[in-house]
């Protein structure tokens, strides 16, 4: 009878300093997981309201929901009267630990975030950036997927792509065709000019404003070079670089413009008698 007096003793007390602590355990445990919603909640309301994607939003959410998780869990296991120093220390060290394990992941979403945020292409445009070029397809957390000229597939990873140049060639709605033709010494250049500036107008594509520049740009070792800078929609840009090519060389051919070519004169001295030497040869050459 003692002895059952004795642990029901025991329970009393057991239950006087440890209920209390499982109650407040469970009420940190309730509470801490009802902010822990409410956090998320708040935290897609607001990045919502800020127009940033919406695999950002997702993300940055659990987490901030998660997080909070971890603080209650901490809470309630001092509350249950566990050190809880040594664990988040523990904790500590194996999240950089993983961090330093994943640092190139790591790298790549935090990139991902960057080009998601700042926006610095989209899916359609027509870029070059992370030693590749090609026409954006998608972009996620980690990677950032191109289509090539060719139709090839392209998946560059995002540290990749934002730690160069980035050349957005459908960022501007329009664009300068920049082009070079060389013509003959020999050749009226007034007339070469306004044979060209007459080619550009007849051009619906390319635009009044700015007007398309015809000048001399230099005076080649073989020819006099035009530059030829006309003004288009980026859309056309590549139609129009390609049928001035071909509009202008043949109008050259019917007001019968010469386009020179590199040329090198040979000239060949053969050994008159089989007494000469090499260098006789060579010293008539130069005489």
């Known amino acids: 009878m003692e002895n059952e007096l004795t642990l029901v003793d025991q329970m009393l007390v057991w239950l006087a300093e440890y209920g209390l602590r499982i109650i407040a355990a469970l009420v940190i445990l309730i509470v801490g997981r009802i902010v822990a919603m409410l956090a998320r909640k708040l935290s897609r309301s607001v990045l919502a309201r800020s127009k940033v994607d919406e695999t950002i939003v997702s993300f940055v959410s659990n987490v901030v929901y998660f997080g909070v998780l971890a603080f209650v869990v901490i809470a309630i296991l001092a509350k249950l009267g566990f050190q809880t120093a040594s664990m988040v220390a523990v904790i500590g060290a194996a999240g950089l630990a993983i961090g330093l394990a994943m640092q190139g992941s790591l790298a790549n979403f935090a990139a991902g975030v960057l080009i998601i945020l700042f926006k610095p292409f989209k899916v359609g445009d027509f870029i070059e950036g992370g030693g ?26 995002n540290a990749g792509m934002t730690s160069n140049n980035i050349v957005n060639y459908s960022a501007k709605p329009t664009r300068r065709v920049d082009m070079v033709f060389g013509v003959g010494y020999g050749e009226k250049l007034p007339k070469v000019k306004a044979i060209i500036e007459e080619i550009l107008a007849a051009d619906e594509r390319i635009l009044a404003d700015p007007a398309p520049v015809v000048a001399v740009l230099s005076l080649g070792d073989s020819s006099v070079d035009f530059a030829v800078r006309p003004w288009v929609k980026t859309a056309d840009y590549w139609d129009v670089y390609f049928d001035l090519n071909m509009k202008i060389k043949m109008r050259f051919d019917q007001e019968g413009i010469a386009i020179p070519f590199p040329q090198r004169d040979v000239h060949l001295f053969t050994q008159a008698d089989s007494g000469q030497t090499n260098g006789d040869i060579l010293e008539k050459a130069i005489s």
């Open 132 to 157: 590749a070029t090609g026409i954006i397809e998608d972009i996620s957390i980690f990677t950032t997927e191109m289509r090539s000229p060719d139709n090839k597939l392209i998946i560059v990873p």
